[in-house]
């Protein structure tokens, strides 16, 4: 990807986080692989709304800038997810509130409530507790991210990936807005969860379009 591009693409993506609500101050990171051994990342200590494309550090596959500037201390959780996921180009970690609000409260988001975290999604697990901003980040999602191309880090936040980064906003859309949902419902009521045959029919329906698609659906 050509590198001007790929800036423009990564500070869009940072402007419509923080518009969303999906980060605030200084909070929340993304990165970018261009190819193997330049990846690009938003700065630490610059809030998302600020960051302009100039900012962005270009660093090698081991987190090591190749020109100067301070790399998010949450690098190592991306790096892992490069190591693990080949496929992966885009990832974004943000801290959308509806998320932890039910981290916090130690409800899941079930796969069993809503078609459309079935069909696009799938299950998404929530990593361990791991200290904000250390290694620690890397080996909670180690043994998920594999499998998982959304995950709840337990009251923290989110880490979504995609082929794109594109794809991995979406997918952060999509998990802000189930939670939102899911909460909401709560607050009247009790959810109820779809059939078993219902959720068979959609999690075919799912894989067909997978297929077509020639993605491989992780659930």
């Known amino acids: 990807m050509n590198e001007d591009i790929a800036r423009q693409q990564v500070i869009t993506i940072a402007h419509r986080m923080y518009d969303r609500g999906f980060v605030v101050a200084t909070d929340g990171n993304i990165s970018l692989r261009l190819e193997p051994g330049r990846i690009l990342f938003t700065p630490g200590g610059i809030s998302l709304c600020d960051t302009r494309e100039d900012d962005l550090l270009l660093c090698d596959s081991s987190g090591k800038p190749l020109e100067g500037g301070r790399i998010t201390s949450e690098a190592p959780m991306?790096?892992?997810?490069?190591?693990?996921?080949?496929?992966?180009?885009?990832?974004?970690?943000?801290?959308?509130?509806?998320?932890?609000?039910?981290?916090?409260?130690?409800?899941?988001i079930d796969d069993n409530l809503l078609p459309e975290v079935i069909m696009s999604t799938g299950r998404i697990p929530t990593a361990p507790f791991a200290t904000p901003s250390?290694?620690?980040?890397?080996?909670?999602i180690r043994g998920l991210i594999e499998k998982h191309d959304t995950i709840i880090l337990d009251r923290h936040g989110s880490l979504t990936v995609g082929r794109t980064l594109q794809e991995a906003f979406y997918?952060?859309?999509?998990?802000?807005?189930?939670?939102?949902?899911?909460?909401?419902?709560?607050?009247?009521?009790?959810?109820?969860?779809?059939t078993t045959e219902e959720i068979r029919k959609i999690r075919e329906s799912a894989a067909t379009r997978h297929r077509l698609l020639g993605l491989k659906m992780r659930i």
């Open 134 to 140: 250390t290694p620690e980040g890397a080996n909670a």
């Open 78 to 108: 991306h790096l892992e997810t490069y190591r693990l996921r080949p496929d992966v180009n885009g990832i974004i970690h943000a801290h959308p509130p509806y998320t932890v609000a039910l981290s916090l409260a130690g409800i899941t």
């Open 171 to 194: 997918r952060l859309e999509r998990l802000e807005f189930s939670a939102r949902v899911i909460l909401i419902a709560m607050t009247v009521g009790k959810p109820e969860s779809l």
